[in-house]
Every structure is written in structure tokens, then in C-alpha cells.
């Protein structure tokens, strides 16, 4: 009987992070040995599609962040897809990208809880189209249950969920707003972020508080 290799699994994770934490790269690892993925490429926005880019840091910074924090793990790439496209970073135009440079491989985009149901409310860019595009790995913090009758309920697109896929990660209690919010307090970051990261915040004086007259720290 004729044997079909059986096809390529590439894991996508999308994120503004500002900035990467332990908790976005053990999400990463976790889907990457739950999903059986070959390798998961990170790809950093330039401008989130439903935020302010004013309010995100500089995409180069937190580009950068992404390649310190991810450089130590054979498994992870970080792309500068979006990063370099000008625009919002719609999801949709990315996965079409990567579709076209792995045409015969299943794609599994991870990426946090709430923008799984933003895609399910109806709020991204081509939804639906995403939904039948490939399949997509939900990340929570513990505490907050996303279960299938959750998903159903949010459900808004008319597509089936097979694609769909939950998972709990004790260590997104980790959170960027958190990590931004302990800099501009003046509190450790240690052992939230990888040191590179850690060290590359505080060379650049990133989420600090801007003296008066002070420009961009860069
Ligand atoms: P967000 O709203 O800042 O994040 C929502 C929650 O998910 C936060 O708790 C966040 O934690 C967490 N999260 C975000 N990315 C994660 C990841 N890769 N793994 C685990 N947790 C994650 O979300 P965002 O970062 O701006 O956007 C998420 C992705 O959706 C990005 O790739 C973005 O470009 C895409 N997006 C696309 C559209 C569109 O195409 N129309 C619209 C909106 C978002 P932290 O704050 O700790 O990261």
C-alpha cells in the first residue's frame, strides 16, 4: 500500500509582546509538544488591527525582544512579517503569506484567549476565513475557563470549531501590562522575562516614566 508522509506541523504565535515574558515562551513550548509542531515561529506585530499604535512600543524593540528571548531554543524562529509590512497587521494577510512559503503544511496560529473570541465575536479581519485557513491554539491564564460550551456561546462566525483549540498555562499569571506597570513602579522584573530581555528594558529605558522633554527611549 502506498505510504503518504504525513504533513508538516508549523506553529505560528502572534503577539504584540510588549514585552515577551516566560509565560508567552512556555505557551509556545507547550503547543509545540502538544500539537507535535516542528517549529514555532513567533511573529511580532507592527500594529495590533484594534489598538492604538501609539500606545505599543516601538515593533523594532519588541522585535528584538522577541529574537533575545527566543534565541536559546532550537525549535523557535521569529519572523518580521508584519514587522515589516506597513499597516495593521491583519492576521489574515500574514496567514496567506505563510500558507504560499508552506502551501502542504497544517498551520496552527497560537496566540491568547481574548483574541480567540475576538475572532468568534465576528472582530477581526476575515474571520471566518480565518477560521477554515487553519487552526487555532487559545491560550489562558489559570482561572479562566474557556471551555467548548464558552467557545459555542461566543460563536458568532457560523463555522464549525474543529479547528479550534484550548489550553491552560499556569504561567501566563504572567502578563505584559504587569511586567510594563513593575518598570514604571520601579519593581523587579527578575525571573518574569528572560535576563537578555530584562537587560535590553533597561538599556533602552523602555516603560519607564518620560522625564519632561525626554524623547523615545532608543
Ligand atoms: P492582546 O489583546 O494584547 O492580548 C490579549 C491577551 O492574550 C492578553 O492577556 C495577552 O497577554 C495574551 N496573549 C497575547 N498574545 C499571546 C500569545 N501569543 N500567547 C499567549 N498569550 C498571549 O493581544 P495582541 O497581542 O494585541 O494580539 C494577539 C494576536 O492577535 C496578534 O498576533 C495580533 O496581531 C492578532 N490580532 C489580529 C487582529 C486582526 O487580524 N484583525 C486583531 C487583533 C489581534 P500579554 O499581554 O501578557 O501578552
Redesign the pocket.
Known sequence: MEKHASKRRIGL?????DPI?F??LV?AEEARVQFSLERVIF?P?RH????DPREVTDPEHRYLMTVLATVGNPYFTVSRI?IDRPGP????DTLRAFLQIYPDADLFF??????LL?ILRG???GARELLQMCQFIA?S?PGYILDREQLERNNLTGNDLRNVHAMTIPA?A????DIRERVRQGRPIKYLVPEPVEDYIFKHGLYRPKAAGEGEGG
Not at 504565535?13 to 509582546?17: D, I, L, S, V
Request: charged fraction near 10%; hydrophobic fraction near 35%; aromatic fraction near 8%.
Open positions: 504565535m502572534g503577539g504584540t509582546f515574558h509565560g508567552h505557551t511573529i506585530n495590533p488591527p484594534l489598538k508584519e497587521s491583519y492576521t489574515i497560537i496566540t491568547g484567549a481574548d483574541a475576538q472582530m477581526w479581519h491560550a491564564r501566563l504572567i502578563s505584559s501590562t
